[in-house]
């Protein structure tokens, strides 16, 4: 089982920025691709940025040059550094994780959700 903790959301002004972290604890597994996901009330949950486990990243449009996701793998931490802020980025953030697992010799693969962080950007 792994589990995804994040952290560094709250409120900012617009024009501020935030840094989000996601840590990953449990055992006999390895991180693969990362990604941030964002739900506002009454939307679905959508992409924000992901980075493989080579550290290539992709972002959506609308977060590109203002969004940075970055890793550290021997802290299995995923970052997502936020700036210039705007009212339409506030959301809650959710990590997630694709993992390999390996158990009694056999390996599989795992998707996993953090439990979600609050951003508000206020006007």
């Known amino acids: 089982q792994v589990q995804l903790v994040e952290s560094g959301g709250g409120l900012v002004q617009a024009g501020g920025s935030l840094r989000l972290s996601c840590a990953a604890s449990g055992s006999n597994f390895r991180i693969n691709t990362m990604s941030w996901y964002r739900q506002a009330p009454g939307t679905q949950r959508d992409l924000v940025a992901t980075?493989?486990?080579?550290?290539?990243?992709n972002y959506v449009d609308s977060v590109k040059g203002r969004f940075t996701i970055s890793r550290d793998n021997a802290k299995k931490t995923v970052y997502l550094q936020m700036n210039s802020l705007t009212p339409e980025d506030a959301a809650v953030y959710y990590c997630n994780a694709d993992v390999t697992t390996f158990f009694l010799g056999q390996f599989g693969s795992d998707n996993y959700w953090g439990q979600g962080t609050q951003v508000t950007v206020s006007s």
């Open positions: 980075i493989s486990s080579d550290g290539s990243t």
